[in-house]
């Protein structure tokens, strides 16, 4: 039997009106098909409806007590926001099928603040749910406070708040607005009041506020009569680099002295040497020779000055010389570093090292050095016996130590005390003929004694032993350090024999 299809057209004779009023399409009605309903839930698996004890909630998650033929739903609010009978199945049709997976037996929706508002589902306990007096003054007093916040920025945008309080909200690390203090005694009871707080950041806020919004001559004025807000802007300053303006507010002051050591401190900040050279010149010409109250510093910044002059010839020639292979002593001696910068006791060492035998008209002599810079001859003796025993170079050291005396006799003499020349040959590594050599010159015998036996001048500690007539010392010392059969054992065995002593023991 051949199936036939009816079609429509809109040549068939039946108006617009007539066909959409004609539709037996009716509405969905919760009460009137909830059994069409329980038959269609067979077909939907994990639908929330698996359950006919399936329990509704209010939004405050207190139960509604429903019957299972009959759930209706109530208006909300007015008539004009009621829920229709159609929408409330689908949306909860729509949450089951919109879920990554279907929900349990049971399903409900999470539970939600309900305080202030009525609840959507009829009959449900604890609906129209009333603030207490407590929550209700504690709403009220939040609200108070805004209001007075809010009025009060209000204010604030076109008046500004007093000094005291703009001080406070600084030290709080609260926001603040300065640019509302436009009259000077405005600014000047702001800046007062941060004095009185005695607080760094705020004086130096009021102190940059003042300098950025009246004239320089006023904001010297008044920097004048405030020392405390002047130390503080002075370390800012300081602590900034910020020169120009901490030159300018020192010579204000007549602080000549700091003025002219932050000229230094900016001549010497330069890395080139001749650079630099030039900038002490000028800092000396301008800044110290011109002020007598500093003629202490006056005259070690020209020695400055005149060392940095010594260096620069002595560095390009010892430089070159090395480069090129010229001079011996800078092959078995290479130098470790510049000489430019370096400090006069240094600079002394070099030339001893590797200039001492040039004459004192040399730029590189020992003896200009020690001359031109006023060393002293304990300064001297200590450098040049340090350099030269370095190099092991005996016959200068022993030329350093001699003298000569009224009628031409010559005599060992150490402005440093021969303690030290020992102590000095000592750390170079000097032989032992040349430590005892100068250990017998030392005056104090107990102060001998000690530096022998510690430099292992065997022969000056038994001799010191013999002049002291201490037989029994010699004998402890011979058993006790002395190796048998070597030199100072049969030493010391023919002092115990010496006839001619007269022992004390």
């Known amino acids: 039997m051949m199936n036939t299809k009816k079609t429509f057209s809109w040549s068939d004779d039946i108006s617009d009106e007539e066909y959409w009023g004609s539709s037996k399409s009716r509405g969905f009605n919760f009460d009137e098909d909830v059994a069409d309903l329980r038959t269609a839930k067979s077909l939907t698996a994990g639908s929330v409806f698996d359950n006919d004890d399936t329990e509704l909630i209010n939004w405050d998650d207190s139960k509604v007590e429903t019957s299972a033929r009959s759930v209706r739903f109530v208006q909300r609010g007015s008539a004009s926001s009621a829920r229709t009978s159609t929408s409330a199945p689908q949306n909860v049709h729509n949450r089951a099928h919109n879920s990554d997976s279907a929900p ?35 709403l009220e007093s939040q609200n108070r406070i805004l209001q007075s916040n809010a009025q009060a920025a209000k204010l604030e945008r076109w008046s500004a708040v007093p000094p005291d309080e ?17 009259a000077l005694q405005e600014k000047l009871a702001l800046l007062d009041e941060a004095i009185k707080c005695h607080d760094g950041n705020a004086i130096t806020a009021a102190v940059l506020f003042l300098k950025s919004t009246v004239k320089k001559s006023i904001f010297n004025r008044e920097m004048m009569l405030r020392p405390q807000a002047l130390n503080q802007y002075i370390n800012f300053l300081t ?12 010579g204000m002051m007549g602080r000549i002295e700091e003025s002219a050591m932050l000229k230094y401190k900016q001549a010497i900040s330069s890395t080139n040497a001749e650079t630099k050279k030039r900038n002490l010149e000028t800092c000396l010409r301008t800044h110290f020779q011109s002020s007598p109250g500093i003629s202490l510093e006056t005259r070690l910044l020209q020695e400055h000055v ?4 010594r260096q620069l010839p002595v560095e390009d020639a010892d430089s070159k010389d090395e480069r090129e292979g010229k001079n011996q002593m800078f092959k078995e001696y290479p130098r470790a570093a510049s000489l430019i910068n370096m400090p006069v ?28 810079h006023q060393l002293t001859d304990k300064q001297f003796l200590w450098i040049a016996l340090s350099a030269r025993s370095k190099l092991r170079r005996w016959k200068d050291v022993e030329k350093l130590l001699t003298t000569k005396g009224m009628f031409g006799t010559t005599k060992m003499k150490a402005v440093i005390g021969f303690d030290r020349v020992v102590d000095v040959l000592q750390k170079t590594g000097a032989p032992t003929d040349a430590l005892s050599k100068y250990t017998r010159l030392i005056d104090d015998p107990d102060l001998r004694l000690e530096i022998a036996i510690k ?25 006790k350090v002395l190796e048998p059969h070597t030199e100072e054992f049969y030493y010391a065995q023919n002092a115990l024999s010496n006839s001619s002593i007269k022992w004390k023991n």
């Open 104 to 138: 349990p037996a049971g399903f409900s929706f999470p539970k939600r603040d309900t305080t202030g508002i009525e609840s959507f589902i009829d009959g449900g306990p604890g609906q129209n749910k009333t603030p207490s007096l407590t929550e209700l003054a504690k």
């Open 166 to 182: 703009t001080v406070r909200r600084i030290l709080r690390g609260q926001p603040y607005n300065l640019e509302l203090y436009r």
């Open 306 to 309: 005149s060392l940095l002059e």
């Open 345 to 372: 006791i240094t600079t002394l060492y070099y030339c001893c090292f590797y200039h001492y035998d040039l004459s004192e008209n040399s730029f590189a002599s020992p003896l200009s050095i020690k001359n031109h």
């Open 239 to 250: 602590q900034t680099n910020s020169f120009n303006d901490l030159e300018d507010i020192l």
């Open 455 to 479: 430099c292992r001048c065997h022969h000056v500690v038994i001799d010191t032993f013999v002049a002291m007539k201490d037989r029994a010392q010699i004998e402890s010392y011979k058993a």
